[in-house]
């Protein structure tokens, strides 16, 4: 196996995207991504754990920072469920978009670690070859959140109006409850649910990965020289000024479609 210093460009961008993959069984279909898994649930337990420790600390007198952070967060993300979602947001859905976002955010932001530092001075010691640090940019990671939202869309849907009333409505909206427009509310419905994982999903995936492709494209230019790399190091820091945009408003976006799709479970067409 070469080292990463003699890589080629294509082999150089090939391994920082290949991940730690363990096959499940005897053939090559079923396989898990054990570095998305990992850095998956160890990003929801922590960034879970800090937001515990400081709700356990908080005081109803002078708030601290990371106190007044965590309540202007909360308090935002209360706002835009309340402008969408029209029940009791406090059972389930208000709670539910918070943790997306801040789960979703914090997954994001590991697209900021310098892949490079982290491959030679984390992963390596620790003999691993093939790590990645992004779980968002692995399209199992954001197709299984989708699926989840879905699921619960589905479960919602069901709860409010009943298993009957469900199915009725699959049948009957949007285009009314005439027999001969049946077919067609039918398959619009099944349209619909395909697309909602399908987007919800691709939408997250496509911007990180491409976020994840021009940082590396940016240090393979830094490579080259010495002009790459002051040219390298300007639009690198450029494209991270950028991306901070990104990274936040991805988590923004992917929560607002959570709450908007169990806010349609519950109120129907």
């Given at each position: 196996?070469?080292?990463?210093?003699t890589?080629?460009?294509?082999?150089?961008?090939?391994?920082?995207?290949?991940?730690?993959?363990?096959?499940?069984?005897e053939?090559?279909?079923?396989?898990?991504?054990?570095d998305s898994?990992?850095?998956?649930?160890?990003?929801?337990?922590?960034?879970?754990?800090?937001?515990?420790?400081?709700?356990r600390?908080?005081?109803?007198?002078?708030?601290?920072?990371?106190?007044?952070?965590?309540?202007?967060?909360?308090?935002?993300?209360?706002?835009?469920?309340?402008?969408?979602?029209?029940?009791?947001?406090?059972?389930?859905?208000?709670?539910?978009?918070l943790?997306?976002?801040i789960?979703?955010?914090?997954?994001?932001s590991?697209?900021?670690?310098?892949?490079d530092?982290?491959?030679?001075?984390?992963?390596?010691?620790?003999?691993?070859?093939?790590?990645?640090?992004?779980?968002?940019?692995?399209?199992?990671?954001?197709?299984?959140?989708?699926?989840?939202?879905?699921?619960?869309?589905i479960?919602f849907?069901?709860?409010?109006?009943?298993?009957?009333?469900w199915?009725?409505?699959?049948?009957?909206a949007?285009?009314?409850?005439?027999?001969?427009?049946?077919?067609?509310?039918?398959?619009?419905?099944?349209?619909?649910?395909i697309?909602?994982?399908?987007?919800?999903s691709?939408?997250?995936?496509?911007?990180?990965?491409?976020?994840?492709?021009?940082?590396?494209?940016?240090g393979?230019?830094?490579?080259?020289?010495?002009?790459g790399?002051?040219?390298?190091?300007?639009l690198?820091a450029?494209?991270s000024?950028?991306?901070?945009?990104?990274?936040?408003?991805?988590?923004?976006?992917?929560?607002?479609?959570?709450?908007?799709?169990?806010?349609?479970?519950?109120?129907?067409?």
């Amino acid at each position: 196996m070469a080292t990463e210093g003699t890589l080629t460009p294509s082999e150089y961008i090939t391994h920082h995207l290949t991940f730690n993959t363990k096959a499940i069984g005897e053939g090559a279909f079923w396989s898990l991504n054990i570095d998305s898994l990992v850095m998956g649930v160890l990003l929801g337990i922590i960034s879970m754990a800090l937001i515990w420790m400081v709700a356990r600390k908080a005081t109803a007198g002078v708030p601290s920072k990371g106190q007044a952070f965590v309540e202007l967060m909360f308090g935002f993300i209360d706002d835009q469920v309340k402008n969408i979602f029209h029940g009791d947001r406090h059972a389930f859905i208000a709670p539910a978009a918070l943790t997306v976002f801040i789960w979703v955010l914090v997954m994001n932001s590991m697209d900021f670690l310098p892949i490079d530092v982290m491959a030679h001075f984390i992963y390596a010691p620790l003999g691993i070859h093939e790590w990645r640090s992004v779980p968002t940019s692995d399209i199992n990671t954001t197709f299984a959140l989708a699926i989840a939202v879905w699921i619960l869309m589905i479960y919602f849907g069901i709860k409010v109006k009943g298993f009957g009333g469900w199915i009725h409505e699959l049948f009957t909206a949007p285009f009314g409850s005439k027999i001969w427009v049946w077919p067609a509310n039918f398959l619009f419905n099944i349209i619909e649910y395909i697309s909602k994982p399908l987007s919800h999903s691709l939408r997250l995936f496509g911007n990180m990965y491409a976020g994840e492709v021009i940082f590396l494209l940016l240090g393979l230019l830094a490579s080259t020289s010495v002009t790459g790399v002051f040219f390298g190091a300007l639009l690198g820091a450029g494209w991270s000024i950028f991306h901070i945009l990104i990274v936040g408003l991805q988590a923004f976006v992917f929560m607002m479609l959570t709450v908007v799709y169990l806010s349609m479970a519950h109120e129907g067409h």
